[in-house]
């Protein structure tokens, strides 16, 4: 997603706000909502705070145009905008001072922000005009995030504060800037050090991470303790389990009051399938004095899932609930509760959990799709037809399954049947990851991207939900081969694709099987890495490249000329079994036998012609004459020619 940088500093010259009394000091607080109000500026431009309900982020900047002290954090905040422009940062600041202070400020600095003046006492307000400079951080909705007063060192606390929103928000490139600014205003700068390293981290710059890690552990008191933690998260994220540990156990006995320390080892623990000690470790890290907002949201939100995976999904909830208190843009944990909620059939709620997440302003392609599921799962809820239809299926597939019928047998068995593949979800193994149903997200990105392509079509998702219910199969019965074979031949799929996903602590690893339902070979292992833990675009077309691949290697398109008029030559396959205009087939010709020893062996086909498709219908394709070593008939067998693009494999 583009960000652009905005900074706005708002110097009011007429106001109207709503929801506040003059004078009232404790009118603006955190987690209420901020006044409304209307400012006029010098350029003639109205800044109106209500226009800004769905901003994902804006601070409000209270200061004294004529007080260098009053002014430096709004300066340095302007000097990092000027240098990460691309950044997505809102500030508008307001002051009380007279007009030609104002514009004295404006001439002397040069910001890159219109001035406005505040006649109207929208300092009082925001209980912002006895104490300045006053900074208040608004999130979504124009709920007040944090209240920051006074200069000196509440620069450094705003600036490390604003760090870790933007750290949130996963802007991890302004979060490091911003950190870095507060780490030099002066001493105390560790936590906004600890800020940057964490923000590094979630770049994926370990290495950038570890340095500044080592930096403060190298320091005494808080330094050492803030460093060494990080160190232990730097650690567990390169797989260093061990390390970890040690490193988290030393912390928690140099600071029992911090928390972070307990997450990291209830993520070893997790990993070693000692999941009831992780659960306490969690919890204890829920209930530490001094742990930052972030880690607190990842500790609530791990417990979550947690509680969630032994279906405890009401406890769940509210565990998530807590973390986004804590995050508000926390996407991850808004997704995980909507997955709580899909899995009591309850899709509206799931739906608003989702649309929740979207709301934040950070670009969440999971919430996407997770989304257009739920609404999917919501149409078919209503639609009765489809419903009873389904049921009926379902019956069906499952008496089959439990009888283990496979579907009848086809009588032509050289011409291809359109080529099905269903999904099966994948086991979750490794670290406990900050998001639920990587599965559900991977393989329904994965359909839309085949369906696409017109060579595949996959296996219902609805169906196979119902299916799976019907027949009581949870992901340990799946992780059965047998078993994944006998559904993927009731649904009349001629590859399943399973397999796991490992969570690392730096990113996960996916492996998938293509399952030949006929043969029960493996047709194809494919490896992927996510680096981010969570797989984007770029992952998606790189695993949908492979399985195309392997389909068309391995199960190439076989017809038969069905009539020959001069060049043109019509087949008996169509759009329903894949083929798209530029397909191109080879004609072959049975070779001769050979005898050896008493028996008869079967001729190696020859290629007597080429034919490239230049019209698709539904069961029935229109070919031109590439080449041909003789005049082409009827009832000619005729297979796909591989494109040299997808080479040998």
């Not at 010709?589 to 020893?597: A, D, M, S, T, Y």
Request: charged share 30%; aromatic share 6%; net charge positive.
């Amino acid at each position: 997603m583009r960000h652009t940088m905005r900074v706005y500093v708002c110097i009011a010259a007429a106001a109207m706000f709503l929801a506040a009394r003059p004078g009232d000091a404790s009118a603006v607080q955190e987690g209420g909502k901020a006044p409304l109000f209307s400012l006029k500026g010098l350029d003639g431009k109205v800044y109106s705070l209500a226009s800004m309900e769905k901003s994902p982020m804006l601070v409000l900047y209270f200061f004294d145009a004529s007080s260098r002290p009053s002014q430096e954090g709004l300066l340095s905040l302007d000097g990092i905008a000027k240098r990460y422009r691309k950044a997505d940062l809102t500030v508008w600041g307001v002051t009380a001072s007279a007009m030609p202070k104002a514009q004295d400020f404006v001439n002397r600095t040069r910001p890159g922000f219109p001035v406005l003046l505040d006649t109207a006492g929208v300092g009082d307000a925001y209980g912002a005009r006895q104490i300045l400079p006053s900074v208040y951080i608004l999130g979504p909705g124009l709920k007040v995030l944090d209240v920051i007063q006074g200069g000196g060192k509440s620069m450094a606390v705003m600036l490390t504060r604003l760090a870790e929103r933007k750290l949130q928000q996963k802007d991890t490139d302004l979060a490091m800037a911003l950190g870095d600014a507060a780490a030099k205003t002066g001493p105390g700068g560790e936590k906004a050090l600890a800020v940057k390293g964490y923000a590094a981290l979630k770049a994926g710059r370990v290495d950038q991470a570890e340095k500044t890690f080592a930096e403060l552990a190298r320091g005494k008191g808080k330094a050492e303790v803030l460093g060494k933690e990080g160190l232990a998260a730097v650690y567990a994220h390169r797989g260093e389990t061990d390390k970890a540990f040690e490193l988290a156990s030393q912390v928690e006995r140099m600071a029992p009051e911090r928390g972070y320390a307990h997450v990291v080892k209830a993520d070893v623990l997790y990993a070693r399938n000692k999941k009831s000690e992780a659960m306490k470790e969690y919890e204890a890290a829920t209930k530490k004095p001094d742990t930052d907002m972030f880690q607190k949201a990842l500790a609530y939100n791990k417990l979550g899932r947690l509680h969630a995976s032994v279906k405890d999904y009401k406890t769940s909830r509210e565990l998530y609930e807590k973390a986004v208190t804590l995050d508000p843009y926390y996407v991850e944990a808004m997704a995980n509760k909507g997955l709580a909620y899909e899995k009591e059939g309850r899709w509206d709620k799931a739906l608003d959990a989702y649309r929740e997440g979207q709301a934040t302003g950070v670009r969440d392609d999971w919430t996407r799709i997770l989304a257009a599921r739920a609404m999917e799962m919501m149409e078919y809820q209503k639609d009765e037809k489809r419903r009873e239809r389904v049921d009926r299926l379902v019956k069906e597939l499952s008496q089959r399954f439990r009888e283990q019928k496979r579907a009848p047998a086809r009588e032509d068995t050289w011409t291809s049947p359109p080529m099905v593949l269903g999904f099966v979800d994948f086991q979750e193994q490794g670290m406990l990851s900050e998001r639920d149903g990587m599965s559900i997200v991977l393989t329904a990105q994965l359909a839309e991207n085949l369906k696409a392509s017109g060579r595949v079509k996959v296996v219902d998702r609805v169906l196979l939900d119902r299916l799976l219910e019907e027949l009581n199969l949870g992901s340990s019965e799946l992780a059965d081969g047998d078993t994944a074979l006998r559904l993927g031949r009731v649904l009349a799929a001629r590859v399943l694709a399973t397999g796991s996903i490992v969570n690392l602590g730096g990113g996960a690893v996916v492996t998938m099987r293509l399952l030949d339902t006929e043969t029960t070979s493996v047709a194809k292992v494919i490896t992927l890495r996510l680096p981010t833990g969570a797989p984007d675009q770029q992952d998606v077309f790189k695993l949908n490249r492979q399985i195309l691949e392997t389909l068309v290697r391995e199960y190439p398109l076989r017809a038969y000329v069905v009539e020959v008029k001069g060049d043109e030559v019509m087949i008996n396959l169509g759009s329903d079994q894949g083929v798209v205009q530029g397909t191109r087939f080879e004609v072959l010709e049975e070779g001769p036998q050979i005898e050896f020893k008493g028996r008869k062996l079967k001729g190696t086909p020859k290629v007597v012609g080429v034919l490239e498709v230049v019209r698709v219908e539904p069961g029935l394709s229109w070919c031109r004459v590439i080449s041909s070593d003789r005049p082409l008939a009827r009832e000619d067998k005729i297979v796909e020619k591989a494109p040299q693009a997808l080479g040998k494999g």
